[in-house]
C-alpha cells in the first residue's frame, strides 16, 4: 500500500511540473503576440500620422495581425 501511494505521489508531482511548464510556455506565447499586436498598432498609429489615410493604414494593421489577434482592428476597438 506504501509503494502505490508513493508512486502515486510522484506521478503528481511529475504531473504538476508538466502542466506548470505547458503554462509558461503559453504565458510567453501570449507575451509574443502581446508585443506584435502592439508593434502593428505603432506601425497603424505612424502610418495615420504620415496622412495615408485610415483605408490605407487599416487595410496594414489587418495584414500586420494576422493570424494574431481576433477582428479586423487586431483585437483592439476604439470609439470612432
Known amino acids: ?18 502542466l506548470a511548464q505547458h503554462a509558461e510556455k503559453e504565458i510567453r506565447e501570449d507575451i509574443t503576440r502581446h508585443r506584435a499586436m502592439a508593434a502593428a498598432h505603432e506601425a497603424a498609429a505612424k502610418c495615420l500620422e504620415a496622412g495615408k489615410g485610415e ?3 487599416v487595410a496594414e494593421l489587418q495584414a500586420a495581425c494576422k493570424g494574431l489577434a481576433i477582428g479586423k482592428y487586431c483585437g483592439m476597438k476604439h470609439q470612432h
Open 55 to 57: 483605408k490605407v493604414c
Open 1 to 18: 500500500m506504501k509503494k502505490s501511494l508513493m508512486g502515486f505521489m510522484a506521478v503528481a508531482c511529475l504531473s504538476t511540473a508538466a
